[in-house]
């Protein structure tokens, strides 16, 4: 949750709450919420300001609330086939083309089943 997280900054960096929320300007009570994430979702300017006094940006803030599932690292085996991919001269922007041939196999091994 984004609280957490500004919490655990804000004490890595020695602030007490009252400190953040004045040098932030916002009312501790208001920061106080956010950060026992009773607030869930405060404003892009709130966040600019905490942000800014914290001294990181937004992204380092909201990291705790990215969806972990995209944060997993990827297996070896989708590695080697992106790698392959790349070696065959195949870039990213192509990827789309190649997914009719991707879709047709799929249709093929489904209708042998």
């Known amino acids: ?16 709450l009252s400190e953040l929320s004045e040098r932030a300007g916002i009312s501790k009570s208001y920061l106080s919420n956010i950060e026992r994430n009773l607030k869930q979702n405060p ?3 709130v966040m ?3 942000a800014a006094v914290l001294n990181v940006d937004i992204k380092t803030l909201l990291k705790i609330a990215a969806d972990p599932v995209a944060m997993q690292p ?3 085996e989708w590695i080697d086939f992106i790698r392959d991919l790349k070696d065959a001269g195949i870039d ?4 789309h083309e190649y997914k009719i041939v ?12």
Do not use: C, P, Y
Request: glycine share 4%; no cysteine; charged share 35%.
């Open 1 to 16: 949750m984004i609280g957490n997280n500004i919490a655990s900054i804000r004490k890595q960096r020695g602030f007490t």
């Open 43 to 45: 404003s892009i300017h």
């Open 48 to 50: 600019e300001k905490i």
């Open 74 to 76: 990827l297996d070896k």
């Open 92 to 95: 990213k922007d192509q990827i």
């Open 102 to 113: 991707v879709d047709f196999i799929k249709w093929h091994h489904d209708k042998v089943k």
